[in-house]
Nanobody, 124 residues
Framework: VQLVESGGGLVQTGGSLRLSCAANGDDITYTENYMGWYRQAPGKQRELVAFISNGGSTGYTGSVKGRFTISRDRDNAKDTVYLQMDILKPEDTAVYYC???????????????WGQGTQVTVSS
């Protein structure tokens, strides 16, 4: 599985960006799986931002609830996940990584698949 991200960039505070991630190659192995986004800001730990399972369950970290929306579709046997980011703040500045892994007992287990990352910068 290769996760290929697109859509990062520079935006002003209050603006919007939409990230996309396509899963190329084989499907994610697990029958119940998820795709999602992590981010890492300079000097900070990597954190899970949002995830969506192949059954439609979603989860968000508290700081993005109400501002970010994750969605997923499957077209021609290929999964794509999107992250619509609205009302962006300078603290959202980070490298955003697309991830995938097993979804077990309604929990997104640590990712097995990672994209290369895309930079999101929110200017004040």
């Amino acid at each position: 599985v290769q996760l290929v991200e697109s859509g990062g960039g520079l935006v002003q505070t209050g603006g919007s960006l939409r990230l996309s991630c396509a899963a190329n190659g084989d499907d994610i192995t697990y029958t119940e799986n998820y795709m999602g986004w992590y981010r890492q800001a300079p000097g900070k730990q990597r954190e899970l931002v949002a995830f969506i399972s192949n059954g439609g369950s979603t989860g968000y970290t508290g700081s993005v609830k109400g501002r970010f929306t994750i969605s997923r579709d499957r077209d021609n046997a290929k999964d794509t996940v999107y992250l619509q980011m609205d009302i962006l703040k300078p603290e959202d500045t980070a490298v955003y990584y697309c991830v995938g892994g097993e979804f077990y007992n309604n929990i997104a287990l640590p990712p097995e698949y990672w994209g290369q990352g895309t930079q999101v910068t929110v200017s004040s």
